[in-house]
């Protein structure tokens, strides 16, 4: 079940860069990197299950003496929920910025920003 997990969330990833650097359209930029943003959630999850261990809430279920061996790390979980946090805010931002340049040009399309090419 977790290789399954890894290797999905290795596909996303792939498939969000895939996206991102082969589409012009800001909007399907945009798009894969949430795409690979879930990708790299889901890696971080599976890297931190452990199979045969519960959920890291210590009582009468699972003893003090034994939490350590019986109870999952709490961290992976922590750190990908603050992950989908930021990335939700990044992904607000990107699409507020793709609005605005889409009011002021008229299009989405990457290659007909040329100002700052060399």
């Keep these: 079940m977790i290789t399954v997990a890894l290797v999905t969330g290795f596909a996303l990833v ?16 945009i798009v894969s990197f949430t795409v690979a943003d879930a990708g790299v959630n889901l890696v ?49 931002l990107m699409l507020a910025y793709a609005y605005r340049l889409h009011a002021t040009r008229g299009t989405l399309d990457i290659s007909k920003f040329t100002e700052l090419k060399w």
């Design 44 to 92: 971080l999850v599976a890297v931190g299950a452990m199979p045969g261990r519960k959920a890291p809430i210590l009582d009468e279920a699972v003893p003090v003496a034994e939490a350590a061996r019986r109870i999952i790390d709490p961290l992976p979980q922590a750190l990908v929920l603050t992950a989908i946090v930021i990335g939700l805010g990044v992904t607000a």
């Design 14 to 29: 792939l498939a969000g860069l895939y996206g991102a650097l082969t589409n012009r359209n800001i909007l399907r930029m």
